[in-house]
């Protein structure tokens, strides 16, 4: 019987980075395409950009540093990296701003640090959270799902919006449902609502939440679990990760919802609102930011979502992938130092 020794991480045959990085997205485009089912062209119209200037950016910076660039792009990094930060801004949100965020997450996150593997923040939910606090307004001016928006928007209109608008004013019509209401985020809904005194019941009363989750974040969040299963089953990644990450969030949102319903969502409304199924399998999941060992990827995954947790329930920002996950990024080296697997006759010291 053959007997093979290999630090982790590990997969169970060899994979190119390229082809890892390209499964990730191609088991992605399920969640893309409902996105753009729900929110628009201008979930699609981001990404193109985004893919674009990080594409360009990356090479650029390559040239730079005297580095080869057709063989690095072709690790599928920077397209991935694009991918996230895309999908996860405003779609009807300015050119400038996905420009902006992709700029700092290649240039100054990944490439600053060394390069593909040498940076210790994951370079999407960096270049989100700098957008998030440098231009709170543009980054939380979400439009309402298509079928509930009084005025929807089609791609002429979309690419006008984006990369002709100058300010908020041609946005708010299509971020109000028909009773004329404004139509945020479920998670910033219920966020504001239970600030003002309402209970979670009457919070889930408005139309928005009609479904019980959150229109279209419910079956958005559904296809990108969809993806991360078949991520799972290709083996791309491991489960211990996004399983850390799911039951901590479920057993914190369990303990808060039995506590004090009137002013807490239930676990299933946290599991299937916001981010959460994207982040669990396709951000929290980065080798290269991430825990390593069996235990510390359970711990990572863990933390995350206790944080994610505190910060939506107590914090100021609605979804709290971003800052978690960072966060949870930070402590990897040390959960790595106290988690790593034990020498085969090491005996620890009184």
Partial sequence: MAFKIASSPHLSRSLQTSTVMQRVVLCALPGVATQCYFFGWGVLIQVILAI???????ALVLKLRKRPVSDTLKDNSALLTALLLGIAIPPLAPWWLIVIGVLFSIVVVKHLYGGLGQNIFNPAMAGYVMLLI???VQMT????PMMLTSQPVDLLGSLQLIFLNTSLSDIEAYKLGFDGLAMATPLDTIKTDLSMGLTSIESFSRAIFNDGF??????????????GLVMLKLK?????IPVG??????V???AGYLLNPDTHAGPLFHLFSGATMLAAFFIATDPVTAATSVRGRLL???LIGLLVYVIRTYGGYPDAFAFAILLANLCAPFIDHYMKPRTYGHRSRN
């Fill in 236 to 240: 791309v990644i491991r489960w211990h």
């Fill in 300 to 302: 990572f995954g863990g």
């Fill in 134 to 136: 440098s231009f709170p």
């Fill in 245 to 250: 990450v799911l039951a901590s969030l479920f």
């Fill in 52 to 58: 674009t200037v990080a594409l360009l950016s990356e």
């Fill in 214 to 227: 959150g229109v279209g974040w419910f079956w958005v969040n559904m296809a990108y679990l969809a993806g």
């Fill in 252 to 254: 914190c949102a369990s």
């Fill in 141 to 144: 001016s979400w439009v309402a």
